[in-house]
């Protein structure tokens, strides 16, 4: 369990980091992609930053609750900018919705306090 814990945390991280990276780093396609969701060329170092800060919550093992809690709250606004801009359904609405599963599952599968916290119950 401890294994894919990790594994599906090493695989939300690796995105979101790549995410920030560019966001951080200014990259035109980067840039271009968030104006065409509606979000001023000026913006992109700022959300590059709070997703940056989140993650770095979510990878120090005492915050790591605290940081899928803020991923969580950055992955929604995700959704909802491409809910407004209408893109497709399951490329690109409930992409965000894939991160935050492996964000969470990860966390749940190698933090024995939250799997304490939130038992998963067998069928009775």
């Given at each position: 369990m401890q294994a894919l814990g990790?594994?599906?945390?090493?695989?939300?991280?690796?995105?979101?980091?790549v995410?920030?990276?560019?966001?951080?780093?200014?990259?035109?396609?980067?840039?271009?992609?968030?104006a065409e969701l509606g979000y001023p060329e000026g913006a992109v170092l700022m959300i590059g930053v709070l997703e940056a800060f989140c993650l770095a919550a979510y990878l120090v093992p005492p915050t790591a609750v605290l940081g899928a809690l803020l991923l969580t709250g950055y992955l929604g606004g995700a959704i909802a900018t491409h809910m407004r801009a209408g893109n497709?359904?399951?490329?690109?609405?409930?992409?965000?919705?894939?991160?935050?599963?492996?964000?969470?599952?990860g966390l749940f599968l190698r933090e024995a306090r939250?799997?304490?916290?939130?038992?998963l119950r067998g069928a009775r």
């Amino acid at each position: 369990m401890q294994a894919l814990g990790r594994t599906l945390t090493t695989l939300a991280a690796l995105f979101l980091g790549v995410d920030a990276l560019g966001k951080l780093l200014q990259l035109a396609p980067v840039v271009a992609g968030t104006a065409e969701l509606g979000y001023p060329e000026g913006a992109v170092l700022m959300i590059g930053v709070l997703e940056a800060f989140c993650l770095a919550a979510y990878l120090v093992p005492p915050t790591a609750v605290l940081g899928a809690l803020l991923l969580t709250g950055y992955l929604g606004g995700a959704i909802a900018t491409h809910m407004r801009a209408g893109n497709p359904l399951f490329s690109h609405i409930l992409f965000p919705v894939y991160v935050a599963s492996f964000v969470w599952g990860g966390l749940f599968l190698r933090e024995a306090r939250l799997r304490a916290l939130l038992p998963l119950r067998g069928a009775r």
